[in-house]
């Protein structure tokens, strides 16, 4: 049944199919969506950037040839090239889950194991699909301040047994920018890097928000990759501009062999890949990845900036990308959420992530901080 009671047969005539659409919207108007036109629960919540759906729209005109052969996807791949400035292997596929997962299961066979931070996103958000895909690669968890990986834990989970009775260590995945905000910087990553290489690991960052921690640091995109070790990475788009779609970038072109056959198989090569590889077209020119991430960071330090001097209001971790974590008394998080603000509570008790986008504004930011100053103030009545 639908919301309003609507029944499939209610679809059989075009008077019912309108009810039906009527009682949806209004459904949803005052149950599901929301009022304000941006929220700060997470960067995919963003639409399609300008220049990303100008060239969607360009893809669109005529024919082009299907599963990946058209000129769009190889001009998106030659760009990706030119960023970090290596020829490498570009593979487009649906979101992040796929790319971590099929690019580990490159890495790995099913008697090893994946090394990863206990936030990880690999670890506690893609439903056990790194293990899927590798047919049983067991990950294994380090720990780590502020989200980032201790070189030194990482070490001592290696040569913690070297028998045929424990999972064999085989690829250490980091997180840029970290699930909780922050940033490794080039010196981290080389320490990392070194570490890896000589333990004789393969090194997987998962770049959901690479382009953030890139207009962070204010690097070029090699200095915090290849040079510092990485053998793939999995390069986001969605969470800058784009409408679906991560890359899958291997500049270790050994490890790239058959991967599309693993793309096929899993699942993820797209019939018309071009409307995937479009917007990447359009992200990357004129560096328009670069200014959207960079926004999105300011737009975050604006915030931790103004959250700062509101009592009751606790900084969880360092604001060093688009991602703010503050804590809040649970009724405050209560009267937000009342007032239409969105933004997940799943850090800790009563840790809020405030995520900004592309698209975030200092009117909603101000908004934002506006409508908790007056809570507060009220709290104290």
């Known amino acids: 049944m639908l919301p309003g009671?609507?029944?499939?047969?209610?679809?059989?005539?075009?008077?019912?199919?309108?009810?039906?659409?009527?009682?949806?919207k209004e459904y949803w108007r005052n149950e599901g969506m929301s009022s304000r036109g941006r929220h700060f629960a997470s960067d995919n919540f963003a639409g399609i950037c300008p220049e990303a759906w100008k060239t969607l729209e360009q893809a669109n005109r005529g024919h082009e040839v299907?599963?990946?052969?058209?000129?769009?996807?190889?001009?998106?791949?030659?760009?990706?090239?030119?960023?970090?400035?290596?020829?490498?292997?570009?593979?487009?596929?649906?979101?992040?889950?796929?790319?971590?997962?099929?690019?580990?299961?490159?890495?790995?066979?099913?008697?090893?194991?994946?090394?990863?931070?206990?936030?990880?996103?690999?670890?506690?958000?893609?439903?056990?699909?790194?293990?899927?895909?590798?047919?049983?690669?067991?990950?294994?968890?380090?720990p780590g301040e502020n989200g980032k990986v201790d070189p030194a834990a990482v070490e001592k989970c290696v040569k913690r047994r070297?028998?045929?009775?424990?999972?064999?260590?085989?690829?250490?995945?980091?997180?840029?920018?970290?699930?909780?905000?922050?940033?490794?910087?080039?010196?981290?990553?080389?320490?990392?890097?070194?570490t890896t290489k000589r333990l004789g690991l393969k090194l997987q960052m998962d770049g959901a928000r690479f382009a953030n921690a890139v207009a962070s640091l204010d690097v070029t995109p090699k200095e915090?990759?290849?040079?510092?070790?990485v053998d793939v990475l999995c390069f986001g788009g969605t969470k800058n501009g784009t409408p679906i779609g991560d890359a899958v970038v291997f500049f270790d072109l050994e490890l790239a062999a058959e991967f599309d056959f693993r793309c096929k198989q899993a699942g993820q090569?797209?019939?018309?890949?071009?409307?995937?590889?479009?917007?990447?077209?359009?992200?990357?020119?004129?560096?328009?990845?670069?200014?959207?991430?960079?926004?999105?960071?300011?737009?975050?330090?604006?915030?931790r900036s103004a959250l700062n001097g509101l009592p009751e209001i606790k900084p969880m971790f360092p604001t060093e990308s688009n991602?703010?974590?503050?804590?809040?008394?649970?009724?405050?998080?209560?009267?937000?959420?009342?007032?239409?603000?969105?933004?997940?509570?799943f850090i800790g008790e009563g840790g809020c992530r405030?995520?900004?986008?592309w698209d975030t504004t200092e009117e909603d930011v101000d908004g934002f901080v506006g409508d908790l100053s007056a809570i507060l103030e009220n709290r104290k009545r």
């Open 323 to 345: 991602a703010v974590f503050v804590e809040m008394p649970g009724d405050v998080i209560e009267a937000m959420h009342r007032k239409d603000w969105r933004f997940y509570t």
């Open 224 to 229: 915090i990759t290849r040079e510092v070790g």
């Open 162 to 194: 070297g028998d045929v009775h424990y999972p064999k260590p085989k690829a250490l995945s980091v997180t840029q920018s970290t699930e909780l905000g922050t940033v490794y910087s080039v010196e981290e990553l080389g320490v990392i890097g070194e």
């Open 66 to 142: 299907s599963y990946g052969e058209d000129h769009w996807t190889e001009l998106a791949a030659d760009q990706i090239r030119e960023v970090f400035e290596v020829y490498c292997e570009v593979f487009f596929v649906f979101n992040g889950t796929s790319a971590n997962a099929l690019a580990m299961a490159s890495l790995c066979q099913s008697w090893h194991s994946i090394l990863c931070h206990e936030y990880a996103h690999l670890e506690r958000d893609e439903c056990g699909a790194p293990e899927f895909f590798s047919h049983g690669t067991k990950v294994l968890l380090v």
């Open 269 to 303: 090569l797209a019939s018309k890949m071009r409307f995937m590889a479009a917007p990447w077209v359009g992200l990357l020119q004129y560096d328009v990845w670069l200014k959207n991430a960079g926004h999105a960071n300011k737009m975050a330090k604006r915030l």
């Open 5 to 24: 009671g609507a029944r499939d047969d209610k679809l059989r005539n075009r008077k019912g199919l309108w009810l039906v659409n009527r009682r949806h």
């Open 354 to 357: 405030l995520m900004c986008s």
